[in-house]
């Protein structure tokens, strides 16, 4: 069954501080994996976009990694803003018709 | 350059109306995918339209339809609502092949059922 699981499921972390979320996957055919970001009641809004051949992908303070062969992938962020709370979803491609596996999230509050 | 716009943004509906959603797909893709997500939970595929025909479902009931138009415009219909539809519809669009880039989608239409 194709699944992403993500954690932790919720995260506080200081303003300022780093924190990385975990993404594990079991989709086949794999295409690519995604995160992105969410706000409470809208839309997602892409990261990053990684496929097979690549490892690390930056955006700003957004770092992605990904690891095929365990499939395993992270999302790092460095000097948290009170911006950054929200909720981030990893989502994996099928190739073809680009049909998404979609993480249940990982809920970031960033405090003053 | 255009994005993908959802209307409307809210909206409730009482228990066995019908609905429609409607969304406009970023210029130049064509394909639309809807997606239900439930408040805490990730999307859930319903359906994707590529080129003004269904190309795969998933797991909802047939009063959950769609069209997709020759402007690759799209609507979502749900007949008999039903409390558990009570979530956020998003549709995201994209070109079919060979796009791993540009999947983007809207800001979504909050559903409440009541």
């Known amino acids: 069954k194709n699944q992403v699981e993500q954690s932790p499921q919720s995260l506080i972390i200081l303003e300022g501080k780093n924190c990385t979320l975990q993404c594990n996957y079991t989709v086949s055919p794999f295409s690519n994996l995604r995160w992105y970001k969410q706000d409470t009641g809208r839309g997602p809004v892409s990261l990053t976009i990684?496929?097979?051949?690549?490892n690390t992908k930056s955006n700003g303070r957004y770092t992605a990694t990904l690891d095929a062969d365990t499939k395993q992938s992270s999302l790092h962020i460095t000097a948290s803003q009170l911006s950054d709370s929200a909720s981030y979803i990893c989502?994996?491609?099928?190739?073809?018709?680009?049909?998404?596996?979609f993480g249940t999230g990982t809920r970031l509050l960033v405090s003053p | 350059e255009t994005g993908v716009t959802q209307s409307p943004t809210h909206l409730i509906k009482t228990r066995g109306q019908q609905v429609t959603l409607r969304c406009s797909s970023q210029?130049?893709?064509?394909?639309v995918s809807w997606y239900q997500q439930a408040l805490g939970q990730g999307p859930q595929f319903i359906f994707q339209?590529?080129?003004?025909?269904?190309?795969g479902r998933g797991n909802f009931p047939p009063r959950f339809s769609g069209l997709q138009f020759p402007n690759y415009s799209s609507e979502l219909n749900v007949n008999a609502l039903e409390l558990d539809d009570s979530a956020l519809y998003l549709c995201?669009?994209?070109?079919?092949?060979?796009?791993?880039?540009?999947?983007?989608f809207g800001s979504g239409t909050r559903l409440t059922v009541v």
């Open positions: 210029s130049g893709h064509n394909t």
């Open positions: 990684m496929t097979f051949s690549e």
């Open positions: 339209y590529y080129r003004e025909e269904e190309n």
């Open positions: 995201a669009s994209s070109l079919a092949v060979g796009d791993a880039s540009g999947y983007t």
């Open positions: 989502v994996v491609g099928n190739t073809g018709f680009q049909k998404l596996v």
